[in-house]
């Protein structure tokens, strides 16, 4: 068995009837460059082939009895890849539009926790003659990395394909043990926990407020009184209420040799202009709606701290550190300038961080407790005159700058899916490919009915940027 670490229970915490834990992508592929043909079954042929490489596709969760402790991934004795990838069409004339909003149904739905937690789905239809193919895949089983090394195992780099090594034995997760062996694993493990707790207090108290979630209540007011710091304060606004369980998506690209035209300019990194045009757009939407706060708002950045070591591990290897977006700023270039050097700042904080602070937050509270308190900190953020912890996500995954191939049809684009939560209910995520940057934009349906105006502001918030 592989028993979850207490970042990954967390993205089984947070689920309820308006939030789901799973993150996905949109990949766009040219089904006229396969050379066999390209199909939803060529799909499910790729799978059936590289399944002994994709361990987790297999693994689904056993429950502790009481929850007195964390779940554990087994091998799923009745694995049923038809029940996993499924196909659809739409509508003439398959605009964006249509496919964003079949996007957005689709990433509502929660998974089955009664098997692999995983969907994938062929769409057609596209008026583009393109395919699209949209992953479901909980976030409790992978981070970002561990999310491109599975994209690294369907993928190849010729329409041909490859020839696949042989697959280690690993990463299998067991078969089910019964309820009183989990039981007994549990009790047995109780008495460690507050000898555990005093080991990880020196590391986990002074850098509490990085630990993912800001686990517990209070945390902020713990990493102060520790001198540890606290995260920018975030003011509020519309997308920092309760969420929904309803969504909005919407895509667009943009070119990345413009942003490293004009990072070279600046004398910024690739990040720095992300960050910027993410702040100009997010900045003019607030202002469209009357709702520009005198603070800036404040971003959650997540930071992958996977060791070499810990590649093919699966699982969550992340820290979610805070950095102001500077909305406040109405020059745009002076804009960029700010969040350089926030920026450099968040870089410092990162590298001063222990290594060994997942592990010591994994140890902090009991998993039962732990939960409890996840789910706490959410309603606080949402509650008056309380402030939440972030206002929006924004997360820039570097990716591949040559072509990729999915079953032989040429990948176009992969705009990812991701999470929103109560008190943060904005996600913009954006993957580089191929010489360009392919944003994914994830709302609430009904704090941001207009999401789709965002992809226009990005590009206009690039275009301002031009020296």
């Known amino acids: 068995m592989r028993q979850l670490t207490s970042l990954d229970a ?3 915490a947070l689920e309820s009837g308006s939030h789901t834990g799973h993150v996905g992508g949109l990949a766009i592929v040219d089904p006229s460059t396969a050379p066999n043909g390209f ?13 002994p490489q994709l361990p987790p596709f297999r693994w689904r969760l056993a429950e502790v009895p009481f929850g007195l402790d964390y779940p554990y991934w087994i091998d799923d004795p009745d694995f049923d890849l038809d029940y996993h990838v499924r196909e659809l069409a739409l509508p003439k004339p398959g605009s964006d539009a249509q496919l964003a909003a ?7 739905r929660p998974l089955d926790r009664a098997r692999p937690l995983w969907e994938l789905y062929a769409i057609e239809g596209l008026e583009s003659g393109h395919t699209a193919v949209l992953t479901k895949i ?4 992978i981070d970002g990395m561990s999310g491109a090394e599975i ?3 369907l993928l190849d780099v010729s329409p041909e394909g490859r020839q696949l090594p042989p697959a280690g034995g690993e990463n299998g997760a067991g078969g089910a043990p019964g309820g009183m062996e989990m ?16 080991r990880a207090l020196p590391r986990a108290v002074p850098n509490i407020v990085d630990t993912p979630f800001q686990t517990l209540p209070g945390a902020a007011t713990i990493g102060r009184l520790t001198g540890a710091g606290e995260r920018p304060t975030a003011p509020k606004c519309t997308f920092n209420g309760r969420i929904s369980p309803h969504r909005r998506f919407a895509f667009g690209q943009m070119s990345l040799d413009d942003v490293k035209r004009i990072k070279n300019h600046y004398g910024c990194t690739v990040n720095d202009v992300v960050m910027a045009v993410c702040a100009s757009a997010v900045r003019r939407w607030l202002v469209e709606h009357g709702e520009l706060p005198d603070e800036p708002l404040v971003t959650q950045v ?6 070499e070591e810990q590649m093919g591990t699966y699982g969550n290897r992340i820290l979610l550190m805070g950095a102001p977006l500077f909305t406040n700023e109405d020059d745009p270039v002076q804009r960029l300038f700010l969040i350089h050097d926030a920026m450099k700042g968040v870089k410092e904080r990162h590298r001063a961080i222990p290594a060994e602070l997942l592990q010591d937050a994994n140890h902090f509270i009991p998993p039962a407790v732990f939960s409890r308190a996840a ?7 949402t509650s008056r005159p309380g402030r939440p912890n972030w206002n929006l996500v924004i997360s820039n995954v570097p990716g591949p700058q040559f072509p990729l191939y999915l079953g032989g049809a040429e990948l176009q684009a992969n705009y990812p899916v991701s999470v929103i939560t109560d008190g943060m209910g904005l996600n913009i995520t954006v993957m580089s490919y191929r010489g360009h940057l392919d944003f994914g934009i994830l709302a609430d349906r009904d704090q941001m009915p207009d999401v789709w105006k965002l992809i226009g502001w990005l590009r206009d918030g690039l275009a301002e940027l031009e020296p």
């Open 138 to 141: 909980h976030h409790a089983v």
């Open 375 to 381: 789910r706490l900190t959410f309603r606080l953020s």
């Open 10 to 12: 967390q993205f089984l």
């Open 302 to 307: 997540p930071v992958s701290v996977r060791s």
């Open 39 to 51: 199909s939803c079954e060529t799909i499910r042929e790729l799978l059936r082939e590289r399944l």
């Open 183 to 198: 039981l007994g694993r549990s009790l047995l493990g109780l008495p460690r926990y507050p000898l555990r707790a005093l």
């Open 151 to 153: 994209m690294g195992v």
């Open 102 to 108: 079949q996007v957005a149904r689709i990433h509502s």
